[in-house]
């Protein structure tokens, strides 16, 4: 009995074996660009796929400065805005502060804080807002309510519907309207996030 073996099909396995291997050299070459491709990705585009993932409180959260406001009575005209300059910052534990003060407000010239002249003391009630209590975020609606429990102006103290509605935010800039102020005007405001 001759143990002769059939020689024929080897150069068609070798053959297999190489075109196996290139492919899998292909394969892994085109996984490896493929991975290239999504990190280079991440890298230029960081923040838009972040920013439509989190949640508008999430995107808040941190401290914003004043840019500017537009005021609006309710017949539609126009309230002029004073030189301001301010800030607001939002908690993650939903506690919020907001300030504006009077950029071109005077100094004392007693250099005493609390011996103002009544010219320079009302200058400074005039010019200054400033408030801080809790907050939430209604995400669908966009709205920030907010629970005023101390402020430079008493009348806002506990004041109810008390809502900043976000027109648009992004990494650096943040747009609300506050729909209804103690005045009866709706503000326009516009803030840069602090770096």
Known sequence: MSHDVDVSFWPVAASFEIANR???????RRALGICATGLISILIFPHNGVAQA????DQLVGTWIYVSSAGTREDGSAVERPKLQGAVTYTTDGRFHFITVRSDAPKYASGDSARPSPEEAMA????????????????GTRTIHVNIETSSYPNLVGAPNQRRIVTSITDDELKFTNPRTPAG???ELVFKRAK
């Open 22 to 28: 290139r492919n899998c050299l292909m394969n892994r």
């Open 54 to 57: 989190s949640s508008l409180k």
């Open 124 to 139: 400074i009630a005039s010019g200054v807002v400033a408030y801080t209590g809790t907050y939430t975020v209604d995400e």
């Open 185 to 187: 005007m709706t503000l």
